[in-house]
């Protein structure tokens, strides 16, 4: 295991890939690398529906208006991971992003996400996003 201390914070680095940062009273720590966000993504799902920007995605594919599935770059572990997201479409406009209950998530696609107005039919967004907390396979 290797130590730094930096103005009085102790980082210590373990073989096994972690990071344990202490807090600032000195008793509590906390794991760095198990609150890091593994995966994100920003995509336009309009009708040329594509990422704008990401982190461990390698695609996006548009099942037809307001369904989405995107697939993650390196594996989780498990599909136990989780996931939040937001869409959003006009300033008057409120947007549900909800995985898709037709499908189970898998290690290495997101489940499908779809995208509605509340209690309406599924439409399109032009800012849609979901981030992944969980360990990499």
Excluded at 31 to 47: F, H, M
Excluded at 89 to 118: G, K
Aim: glycine share 10%; net charge negative; charged share 10%.
């Amino acid at each position: 295991m290797s130590v730094l201390e930096l103005n009085g914070r102790v980082f210590d680095a373990s073989t096994t890939g972690t990071l344990t940062l202490t807090g600032e009273g000195g008793a509590a720590t906390t794991d760095v690398t198990q609150g890091l966000g593994k995966s994100w993504v920003n995509w336009n799902g309009t009708s040329t529906a594509a990422i704008r920007d990401s982190l461990n995605h390698s695609s996006l594919t548009d099942n037809g208006t307001g369904d989405y599935t995107i697939t993650i770059a390196s594996a989780m572990s498990n599909v136990g991971y989780c996931r939040s997201g937001m869409a959003g479409h006009a300033a008057n406009s409120q947007q549900n992003l909800s995985q898709c209950e037709d499908t189970t998530p898998a290690t290495t696609t997101v489940a499908r996400y779809i995208i509605s107005p509340a209690n309406a039919s599924l439409e399109d967004s032009p800012y849609a996003g979901v981030v992944l907390h969980g360990d990499l396979a």
